[in-house]
């Protein structure tokens, strides 16, 4: 099996991982789809959301637990998520990434009319 | 009540908790179910209920993504492809974003190649088109449910006879009678026959089918009328007021859809029938008839002598069809044995599920175009495989480069289905527009050899059914150039700088066109084995001369108007003059049934020696002009004279083949034949045969007499012999018949050469179809051969380049290649006879005079194809030869 090493992060896990760690101790899924939602403007699948959280949660970016049920959701327990070491040192990497290519680059919307 | 209407939607929760990873589902149906309540608060329920289900649905892909285990999320791209500004990039995304990227990324590849991308969207095209328009004539004839209530439970009942082949002819009243009497297991049923009536309700005379049948037809088959009423059990009483339930169709089209149709009288053959009832709309029945009127059966009597009716019926409830078999065989050996005379002879009854009876006998041709059409898509899907290969064969070094970044081969697959789908969807876009015009063309060509023509079209399902192999095609094509991008393969290409050695193996994409070669080699062998009947039907000698000088026509004479005997005799001799009048016609004959399309029958004996029998004798009558108009020579004796016709003397003229089954040996001049009249009839001469039944059918011995003999026939059929185009003469005919008697149509009209070809119907199509087929699966295999031996040459040119440089002549390179291309070409037509022979015994029942596996055919059938096939190699093997030693060495 080949390791997988140093993968970038996607879009979706990219802003994910952010979400998580700004919901800090609260990061379940409903809270992190609407934080999403809410920041993003456009209503995201919860598949999609779960799909970037298990690929996360592979990489041991973040890891879980499961909450208390409540009837307020049939039931079913909560799904707490918290960001781990490598998850926060990944974001750092391309947090530097993309701050390093933004250096020296200047936008300038007036100039496309 | 029971269900909470607050909750989220049922059936999207299902969904969701079916597509989520199992560690996630509470969490995800709990985050789901909050966020629901939370809206539903603050929008509405339904509002809520509407962003459920689009959550669940697209939630979907990403969701099944994550069980497959597919990560990234990345654009990836080639470098080297980049450099060359052709890059492809793809993303390796299982969300439906992902998806749809991928396929526009695919979409843009492809664009960049049109040569290529329109080749193979030609190609899928053309197979997929085949199969939409076959699938369409297949669903509407024969998939498409009857109208019918509860059809699994009609039967239709018919008689047998081995002469006759077999079950599904037709039946006496009085034995329908006894078996309905008899059974116990047979429920309510209908015992019916066709007619063809005049119908006058305006001022226009119209010819209209008609279907005679007892009171309870559309309640048998449970469709009762849309208005009026059905039948009633009067009705069908001898000597009762005359009804008639029309269908929906002449109801719009005679009488605009008067919704005060009923109780209006309607005038049929010349008497007033009343309107009672239109029937449903979709009220449909073999033969289309338009008019349904009763038998008036009861109180009648009919002769056990005449074969004209069948019965549809319903089983009793947990009956089956071979019990209602046994049952009526039963009863009618009971039959056999009391009426001996009219029911012995090898005669039996027979029941079969109703489909038999609607569906006709072409279903299984029908299958058999399926099956060929099916033939031809795995070979267009091989040829678009095929240049998928080769594509990926030219990017082996990309793939090597990505894989050695630790791209994984999986990773490849969303954008080989990609490509693959993109290509079958926009060929799935181009089959459906060919097929739109291609069903237009089947059934303006064919419509009438095809059981419920009018209900093919393109249709909800066809459509369905065009989409699903379009993604199945496009899922088949995707997935074969991933088995070429092999990661320990690949190591080899990013070693060898050579593009050679790796792409001489390239077994695979030399399978594909071994197989399409085998499928070709199936497809033709059919065609040319079809083609072989319907030559050899063409040939048979049907006993008539110049049959493209004949026209025919029918007319009916309604009995009300014209009484049997001189009314109807003086009416058709006098029509026979008008028409002799007309400049370029030669004879004019008339007959109770044209030739070719069968007619009477009569078990008949010498008047002298009634010992001497011949079963199943076919009897017409005939005037003056008959044998003239049909060209049958005299072979012996004298003809019927001016005077046998006028007064109907009782002589006949026998066929050959009834003078050799009654009179062997002797001279049938003078001898008499029958019992019909008091010495029997007298034979006066010997004509030549004529295919009495049909061109496949074998020549029925027969006999000729007057036609004023028994006092004529009210509907009879004319024979028109002209010099020049009998198509030409139609205005004259009607103009002729509408002469004498101006209420009367003129139907049928046909040359005689329609005629020959009528009951060919299904033989024409599927032998037209098969040809079609047959040539665009040569047309395909031969691309394929092409491409491949191209390429072949390509990957080579440096080795050839080589040999040549070395002093290997032109003659060898050749050699060398034809040699490569023969080794797919020759196992390919191995496969494929015995692929063709395997499966040739389908076709038996559509070939004529010709066995299955007919050697000359598969022999002529196996050197088409390598003339084909030799031909496609010829051009690449001939560029190899070419080749400048220098520059294919120095290249690459």
């Not at chain 2, 040549?804 to 080794?823: E, P, Q, W």
Request: proline share 5%; net charge neutral.
């Amino acid at each position: 099996m080949k390791e997988q090493n140093q993968q970038t992060l996607g879009e979706m896990e990219h802003l994910v991982l952010l979400v998580v760690l700004r919901l800090g101790d609260q990061a379940y899924g409903m809270l992190i789809s609407e934080e999403l939602s809410e920041r993003t403007g456009r209503d995201i699948a919860i598949g999609s959301v779960y799909a970037a959280l298990d690929r996360l949660e592979r990489r041991g970016y973040i890891t879980s637990r499961v909450g208390d049920p409540t009837p307020q959701r049939g039931g079913r327990a909560k799904r707490y998520f918290t960001a781990e070491r490598q998850g926060v040192e990944a974001l750092a990497a391309s947090q530097a990434l993309l701050l390093g290519l933004w250096d020296g680059v200047e936008l300038d919307p007036e100039r496309f009319g | 009540m029971t269900r909470d209407d607050r909750a989220p939607p049922y059936l999207a929760q299902l969904l969701l908790a079916w597509t989520t990873r199992r560690r996630h589902r509470p969490g995800v149906l709990g985050d789901m179910e909050e966020s629901f309540r939370l809206r539903a608060g603050r929008v509405g329920v339904e509002a809520a209920r509407r962003w459920y289900w689009s959550q669940a649905i697209r939630s979907v892909v990403p969701s099944i993504g994550v069980r497959f285990r597919r990560g990234g999320g990345m654009v990836r791209m080639d470098i080297s492809e980049v450099r060359q500004g052709t890059y492809t990039t793809w993303v390796e995304d299982w969300t439906m974003r992902g998806w749809l990227r991928n396929i526009k990324l695919a979409g843009r590849s492809l664009a960049k190649k049109p040569g290529f991308s329109i080749l193979a969207i030609v190609t899928l095209g053309l197979g997929i088109g085949a199969n939409t328009a076959i699938f369409s004539v297949i669903f509407g004839s024969l998939l498409r449910p009857l109208p019918y209530a509860g059809v699994d439970d009609l039967v239709y009942l018919s008689d047998g006879h081995e002469n006759f082949g077999g079950a599904g002819v037709d039946q006496t009243l009085p034995n329908l009678l006894d078996l309905r009497e008899g059974s116990h297991l047979l429920g309510p049923s209908a015992i019916f026959t066709y007619g063809n009536s005049n119908l006058s309700a305006g001022e226009e005379p119209d010819r209209v089918r008609v279907l005679l049948t007892s009171s309870e037809m559309l309640s048998v088959l449970g469709m009762p009328p849309r208005l009026g009423r059905d039948f009633l059990p009067e009705d069908d009483v001898a000597g009762a007021e005359r009804v008639a339930v029309i269908t929906d169709d002449l109801w719009r089209r005679r009488f605009g859809a008067d919704p005060t149709i009923v109780g209006r009288t309607a005038i049929i053959d010349a008497a007033p029938v009343s309107i009672v009832g239109v029937a449903p709309p979709d009220f449909a029945f073999p033969g289309e008839p338009e008019v349904l009127m009763t038998l008036q059966h009861v109180g009648q009597d009919f002769s056990r002598g005449t074969r004209n009716y069948n019965a549809i019926g319903r089983l009793e409830p947990g009956a089956s069809v071979e019990a209602l078999r046994q049952e009526l065989q039963a009863i009618f050996d009971g039959l056999v044995e009391q009426y001996p005379e009219e029911n012995g002879g090898g005669w039996y009854t027979w029941a079969d599920p109703i489909d038999t009876f609607v569906l006709g006998s072409n279903v299984r041709s029908l299958y058999l175009l399926g099956g060929a059409v099916v033939l031809v898509l795995l070979i267009a899907c091989a040829n678009v495989a095929n240049l998928l290969l080769v594509r990926a064969e030219t990017r082996q070094r990309e793939f090597a480069v990505r894989f050695a970044l630790g791209a994984r081969r999986s990773g490849l697959l969303p954008h080989f289905l990609s490509e693959g789908l993109v290509l079958s969807v926009l060929g799935g876009v181009v089959g459906v527009a060919a097929a739109v015009w291609g069903i237009d063309l089947l059934v303006a060509l064919y419509g009438g050899s095809l059981a419920r023509a009018q209900q093919i079209e393109l249709n909800g399902p066809v459509l369905a059914f065009s989409l699903l192999m379009s993604l199945l095609v496009g899922l088949g094509i995707g997935l074969v150039p991933l088995l070429r991008a092999q990661p320990q393969r690949l190591n080899d290409a990013l070693k060898d700088g050579t593009r050679g050695s790796s792409l001489r193996s390239s077994r695979l994409g030399r399978s594909l066109v071994i197989s399409e070669v085998a499928l070709a080699l199936v497809i033709v062998a059919g065609a040319g084995l079809l083609m072989k009947s319907m030559a050899r039907l063409q040939d048979v000698d049907l006993g008539l001369a110049d049959i493209d000088q004949m026209l025919t026509f029918r007319l009916s004479l309604p009995e009300a108007k014209y009484e049997s005997g001189e009314p109807v005799v003086g009416f058709y001799a006098n029509l026979a003059s008008d028409l002799e009048r007309i400049p370029g016609v030669e004879a004019v004959g008339f007959v109770n049934r044209l030739p070719l399309l069968g007619g009477w029958n009569a078990n008949i004996s010498v008047w002298e020696n009634p010992e001497r029998e011949a079963s199943f004798v076919s009897f017409r009558p005939v005037t003056s002009g008959y044998f003239e108009a049909l060209g049958v020579p005299l072979l012996a004796g004298r003809w019927l004279e001016a005077t046998d016709f006028a007064d109907g003397t009782a002589n006949t003229l026998i066929n050959e083949t009834l003078a050799r089954r009654l009179f062997a040996g002797e001279d049938p001049i003078g001898q008499a034949i029958t019992d019909w009249v008091e010495g029997g009839l007298r034979v006066v001469g010997i004509v030549g045969d004529v295919r009495g039944a049909g061109p496949t059918r074998p020549t029925p011995p027969a006999f000729y007499f007057p036609f004023a003999l028994f006092g004529g026939e009210s509907a009879a059929a004319a024979i028109v012999r002209t010099a020049g185009d009998p198509a030409a003469l139609v205005p004259n005919v009607r103009q002729a018949v509408a002469g004498l008697d101006p209420q009367l149509p003129v139907y049928d009209i046909r040359t005689m050469r329609e005629v020959a070809h009528q009951g060919m119907g299904t033989r024409r199509f599927a032998m037209s179809l098969f040809g079609v087929f047959a040539g665009l699966a040569l047309l395909l295999s031969a691309v394929g051969i092409y491409g491949v031996m191209s390429f072949a040459v390509a990957q080579r040119s440096r080795e050839l380049g080589v040999r040549l440089a070395l002093g290997a002549g032109r003659a060898s390179v050749l050699r060398l290649v034809l040699g490569d291309g023969a080794r797919l070409i020759v196992p390919g037509i191995v496969i494929g006879v015995v692929l063709a022979l395997a499966t040739a015994r389908l076709l038996s029942s559509l070939l004529f005079e010709i066995s299955a596996i007919d050697p000359i055919t598969f022999l002529a059938v196996s050197l088409v194809l390598v003339a084909v096939a030799l031909g496609a190699t010829f051009a690449p093997a001939h560029r190899a030869t070419r080749l400048d030693p220098l520059t294919s060495i120095r290249h690459e």
